[in-house]
């Protein structure tokens, strides 16, 4: 039953189908769905708008201004924000090979937090022992292999017995979030609750060999890097095809010839890979030390921003950028009335409902049969 | 010794929230919506009621202790209720992603927790925010409970809502297994073309077991709140972290409310197991690890087995739209 090819005799059939009726979209258009998107932004930011005014009675010309301020007032805020994006980039990069063969995975919490962890553990160890160029590629091997491997502990159960991944990969991360705490438990014997920047020094005389300058440029490049290779990666080589063939259906990928439970572990690892770096460039570039929370939910913010790009690696700068800003400029918000720097949680759920629910009226067609209303007033 | 009585009456306290957050998002699962939401509807369950209690008290009326939890019972059904429409709405009406709604429903929920939690005196003006006094009205337990011994306190020691919480399971398992509502809301979970073409309305479905299993999930999060933090709020992260661990017994139970109730006592044991073990303080977090490595152990045993009656039903994460074909 479709209801795109009415025509005038038909109204009166029209009286018998429901006042609004929904039809599948089977095409749209790259114009129509900036329309709809844009739409919906602006309406969640002007109820973000409204929320913020009613919980801080400040004008929101005022509160819009001390967001974008806390973003770019200075080069300063502008590097850390623009640092923030990389990350959150990077992590969104690690987990889109995963969810383009709809494997969900929600461990890029924990893949990025053990590479961190085993950053930590061998600077621990060699720190100011050997060469520093030798420490850090060191650290960043050990990172990645670290993510890696957490990574491919799930999907190889996923590929071979289908075990359930999303929570599979989620009690993965509360493990390594743990074995984090036991690390810092051994490791800072005064019971301090971080390995603080002491204890993970380099060999030079401050411990550290990187100007806050030259630690940007580093994350940033990573960012840039891995967006490339990502984009290549996905859409121009046979892995990224095979990859999306898994994701459509899986019998199909059979079919074909494609060894599916290859594919599966394959792209964990390069998932697993660059959370691993992600905390490498957390742990040993950004802030030498280690805690349980230095991921910050990222893993989690990392899935909207890569399926609200629709898993294209370009367009996640755009989206993550719109949740970094959101972030810094909200907890700025929050911070100048004192409130909890959760505000910008709240926030960032309320524009994730209205993209993720725009979505509708990209994949539907919405129309109201005002017939009926008037057939029914006549009776 | 090893302190028996206390350690299960504890057990059965965390458990109790566990079995709450899994009844619901099993009620939720049955009708194909897999809600990820749950852990932020815990804790937006936990918050308005904190809210509503905190309110009641401030009131200036005469406190009474049926009426403050008549309140804040009410306040966190309807805090669930409200967010677990957003999802509702989302998935059902309008047939997005339930996976992604879900996690953006975690990120909202737990961020309003923790910030309605943390600013909650800044923009009331209030001292404090403690709600100890209702704390108490929740904890009142049966009058000869305390006469009895350790079988007084592992079996009768307990506030009302965990003896509920066990009339919750039994009624949502009896609905699934022996009445025709529940026989309709398995099959709009099985197959939803199918009941739709039998005359079952499967959006109404859909709404009232996401619905209703979001007001039981939030429960559970109150719980946590009222009971096993004593009504003093520290943060969501707790409270999120049983949500992750109801959903995982979801699988855990293979969709049963009765093997999901014994599940969570076993994981409220393993929850609070570091209290009661004489190991040094470097091993709280390798013991603290035991629910989510059993978790991870249960997930693998039971894609191992693969019995017919142990899968999830048919259309889970699927979204029902009827011109599909």
Not at chain 1, 185 to 204: C, E, H, N, Q, W
Not at chain 2, 31 to 54: D, R, T
Not at chain 2, 73 to 96: E, K
Not at chain 2, 125 to 140: E, L, N, R, W
Request: overall charge positive; proline content about 2%; glycine content about 10%.
């Amino acid at each position: 039953m479709t209801a795109t090819s009415k025509t005038a005799e038909s109204r009166v059939e029209n009286a018998h189908e429901p006042f609004i009726s929904i039809t599948r979209r089977t095409s749209s258009t790259i114009g129509r769905s900036l329309v709809v998107r844009t739409v919906a932004v602006v309406i969640a930011l002007i109820i973000c708008a409204i929320i913020t005014v009613v919980l801080t009675g400040e004008n929101p010309i005022n509160v819009f201004v001390s967001m974008f301020e806390a973003n770019f007032g200075n080069l300063n805020l502008m590097m850390v924000s623009m640092q923030e994006l990389a990350i959150l980039l990077l992590v969104s990069l690690a987990v889109t090979p995963a969810f383009r063969m709809k494997f969900w995975n929600c461990g890029a919490e924990g893949q990025a937090l053990f590479g961190g962890l085993a950053a930590a553990l061998v600077m621990l160890l060699w720190g100011g022992k050997i060469n520093d160029i030798l420490l850090l590629a060191a650290t960043l091997i050990s990172s990645i292999l670290a993510g890696v491997i957490w990574g491919v502990i799930p999907s190889v159960f996923k590929a071979h017995w289908n075990t359930n991944e999303t929570l599979f990969t989620l009690m993965m991360n509360y493990v390594a979030m743990q074995l984090v705490k036991f690390f810092i438990k051994i490791a800072a014997k005064d019971g301090s609750s971080v390995v603080d920047p002491d204890m993970l020094r380099f060999s030079t005389e401050s411990g550290e060999i990187f100007t806050s300058a030259q630690k940007f440029l580093i994350i940033a490049g990573f960012a840039v890097i891995v967006t490339i290779f990502s984009f290549i990666y996905l859409n121009y080589s046979k892995h990224g095809y095979e990859i999306s063939v898994v994701g459509e259906s899986e019998n199909t990928a059979k079919y074909i010839g494609i060894n599916v439970r290859k594919v599966i572990v394959r792209t964990m690892a390069i998932s697993g890979g660059i959370c691993g770096i992600v905390g490498f460039l957390l742990v040993t570039v950004s802030s030498r030390s280690i805690n349980p929370d230095i991921v910050a939910g990222r893993g989690f913010t990392a899935i909207m921003v890569s399926w609200l790009a629709k898993f294209n690696p370009l367009i996640m700068i755009l989206t993550s950028f719109l949740l970094v800003f959101l972030k810094i400029g909200a907890g700025n918000v929050a911070m100048n009335f004192r409130l909890s720097l959760s505000f910008s949680d709240i926030l960032t759920g309320i524009i994730l409902f209205f993209i993720i629910g725009c979505e509708f009226f990209l994949n539907y067609k919405v129309r109201f049969n005002f017939c009926r209303l008037g057939s029914q007033k006549k009776r | 010794m090893f302190p028996v009585a206390e350690f299960i009456n504890r057990a059965v306290m965390v458990g109790t929230s566990l079995v709450l957050g899994s009844t619901g998002e099993i009620l939720t699962e049955k009708s194909g919506n897999l809600n990820l939401g749950i852990p932020g509807i815990m804790c937006s369950g936990a918050v308005s009621g904190l809210i509503g209690g905190f309110l009641y008290i401030n009131s200036g009326a005469k406190f009474s202790a049926a009426a403050a939890v008549a309140i804040t019972l009410a306040a966190c059904c309807l805090g669930s209720l409200i967010v677990t429409l957003i999802y509702s709405f989302l998935t059902i009406t309008l047939r997005v992603n339930q996976n992604v709604t879900g996690l953006a429903l975690t990120t909202f929920g737990v961020g309003l927790a923790n910030f309605f939690g943390g600013s909650l005196k800044q923009l009331s003006g209030a001292d404090s925010i403690s709600i100890v006094k209702i704390a108490k009205a929740y904890k009142a337990s049966l009058p000869f409970a305390s006469k009895l011994g350790d079988i007084g306190k592992i079996l009768f020691s307990y506030g009302f809502i965990v003896y509920l919480a066990i009339i919750i399971v039994l009624v949502v398992s009896f609905v699934l297994k022996k009445t025709r509502v529940g026989l309709h809301l398995c099959a709009v979970g099985e197959n939803p073309a199918t009941a739709d073409a039998a005359g079952i309305n499967v959006t109404r479905y859909k709404y009232f077991a996401t619905c209703i299993g979001g007001m039981i999930s939030g429960l559970g999060g109150f719980y946590y709140f009222i009971d096993y933090m004593n009504g003093s709020w520290e943060d969501a992260s707790k409270i999120s972290q049983c949500g992750w661990l109801s959903i995982a017994l979801v699988i855990f139970a293979i969709w049963r409310p009765v093997i999901a109730l014994f599940g969570s006592y076993v994981f409220g044991g393993l929850w609070i197991l570091y209290n009661y073990t004489g190991f040094s303080v470097q091993m709280e977090p390798i013991i603290n690890m035991l629910p989510y490595v059993v978790t991870i152990i249960v997930l693998i045993t039971v894609s191992l087995r693969r019995k017919r009656e142990t899968q999830p039903p048919a259309s889970l994460g699927l979204n029902y739209f009827r011109e599909d074909r």
